[in-house]
């Protein structure tokens, strides 16, 4: 009995460690603080790796006596760009240089997104035609291109099209005064004027006119089911404003034509054939996975849509423009959005035929001055950013697209 206090402490104490073995046991199976635990240290982890990384980095460019920074973008660059869309020259210095590839690149990506789409979506709906050749060919055109590397593309363009044309005393002679040859296509170079702004201000206000009527059009025809046609009333607007303000103003354009020589054409505007065979080779290229995107999204679209549009009479066309093709829309957006991301940047292909695009560019740079990890850096931030932009403009297009129940 003398020994029963002493018992029974040595009791509450493995009681206390059962509870507080318990209470571990039990954190370390709570999700909640399990999940921040791995957070923790994957942050930890990273941050570990990134010092190491910057370390090792900067312990390799000491031993090599490479000086880092960007100061380097302030020297002369010293080597000429085939096209450029701002003034450029050898005596530029590479941040200018680089601009000129960011410009080149964006100009590709531009231009090939809206190629893209709009083969992208004939095709994709000739894939669904009644017409079995427009059916067929729609289907070799995807079949074919789908299972070429891009790259090969390229160099088909390049080498297999653009290069056996007629050289420049046998230029192919095309309307509006414009030259094809294997040196690319040369048209009138416009010259605008000092009022020619008034154009431009004209050209703004039928656009948000333009929007204005639709938006009003949208509401007339909620309120009242009445329809406004606004694509005449746009087209009047877009094209009528900027012509009343291009007469008001004087004309003020005047075109500089290319005129052909004896060994070579001079004047006007040359687009070489390096920037058309990449251009036409991601448009087409892209325009495949686009059609079939665009076909998913049209036979997601539930066939009764289809068949209680023409119980109410509606033509096909119409149809497909007024109650298909709105739906699909919504299934097409999200994976198109990949499509252009891939467009951007496969147009880093450009080195391989000399189009003066950001890598070819930044490669050029990288080779003169030896700052491999600032061009790298640029590189990664300037696609970094372009595929953020393309994703949030997706995104705000897709939400717009989406159905809003009342």
Known sequence: MGNWPSMTHQALDSTRLSRSGWSFQSALYDPTIRGIFFQVLTIVLLVVFVWWVAHNTAVNLARANIASGFGFLNGRAGFEVGQSLIAYSSDSTYGRALVVGLLNTLLIAVTGIITATI????????????????????????????????????????????????????????????????????????????????????????????????????????????????????????????????????????????????????????????????????????????????????????????????????????????????????????????????????SSLAIAIGFADLVAVGSTTLNQTGQAVEVILIWMVVYLSLSIVTSLLMNWFNAKMALVER
Request: net charge positive; charged share 10%.
């Open 119 to 346: 083969i992208g979506f004939i095709i994709g709906i000739g894939r669904l035609s009644r017409n079995w050749l427009i059916a067929k060919l729609c289907t070799v055109y995807v079949e074919v291109f789908r299972n070429i590397p891009p790259l090969l593309v390229i160099f088909f363009w390049y080498s297999g099209v653009l290069a056996v044309l007629p050289n420049a005393r046998e230029s192919l002679h095309l309307p509006l005064g414009a030259y094809l040859n294997n040196r690319g296509l040369s048209f009138p170079k416009p010259i605008f004027g000092d009022t020619f702004w008034l154009v431009g201000v004209a050209l703004v206000v039928a656009i948000v006119a333009a929007i204005a009527t639709a938006r009003w059009a949208h509401r007339r025809q909620a309120a009242t089911g009445q329809q406004f046609h606004t694509i005449w009333a746009s087209i009047g607007l877009l094209i009528g404003l900027p012509l009343i303000a291009f007469l008001v103003a004087g004309a003020p354009l005047s075109f500089d034509y290319p005129i052909a020589g004896k060994f070579n054409l001079t004047g006007g505007s040359v687009v070489g054939p390096e920037f058309m065979s990449l251009f036409l080779a991601l448009s087409f290229y892209t325009a495949a996975f686009i059609a079939e995107i665009v076909r998913a999204g049209i036979r997601g679209v539930p066939k009764g849509q289809t068949e209680a549009a023409g119980a109410l009479g509606l033509h096909p066309s119409s149809i497909t423009r007024l109650v298909v093709i709105p739906q699909a829309f919504r299934i097409i957006i999200p994976p198109l959005s990949s499509q252009y991301l891939n467009l951007t940047k496969n």
